[in-house]
């Protein structure tokens, strides 16, 4: 069983910057895509960022192309998601995601686990 756990949240003013981090354990997190996903108040989750199992390849959401970039240190066994020029509308929880497969996914259905979340709050 792979536990996630993520860290990093907080409250920043818009234009900032928060950088998450995600804990995995387990022995497959380097055969394992990741993602984070978000959810605001009253609205659906929704995706963020993926990574495959190499770090090879990644994908955005394209609310925040170009602002965030997702990473992950194997050898530490965790992902990361640094946020630039933050926005209000950023304000949500956020969620770490693995998958068994090591492919890129942004549909949450593809994930089989998830952290407890961490919330991010951005004030304008």
């Known amino acids: 069983q792979v536990q996630l756990v993520e860290s990093g949240g907080g409250l920043v003013q818009a234009g900032g910057s928060l950088r998450l981090s995600c804990a995995a354990s387990?022995?497959?997190?380097?055969?394992?895509?990741m993602g984070w996903f978000r959810q605001a108040p009253g609205k659906e989750r929704e995706f963020v960022a993926t990574?495959?199992?190499?770090?090879?390849?990644?994908y955005y959401a394209d609310s925040v192309k170009g602002r965030f970039t997702i990473s992950r240190d194997n050898a530490k066994n965790t992902a990361n998601l640094q946020m630039n020029s933050l926005k209000p509308e950023d304000t949500a929880v956020y969620y770490c995601?693995?998958?068994?497969?090591?492919?890129?996914?942004?549909?949450?259905?593809?994930?089989?686990?998830w952290g407890q979340g961490t919330q991010v709050t951005v004030s304008s």
């Open positions: 990574i495959s199992a190499s770090g090879s390849s990644t």
């Open positions: 995601a693995g998958r068994r497969r090591p492919f890129v996914s942004y549909a949450g259905r593809d994930y089989d686990y």
């Open positions: 387990g022995r497959t997190f380097s055969s394992s895509a």
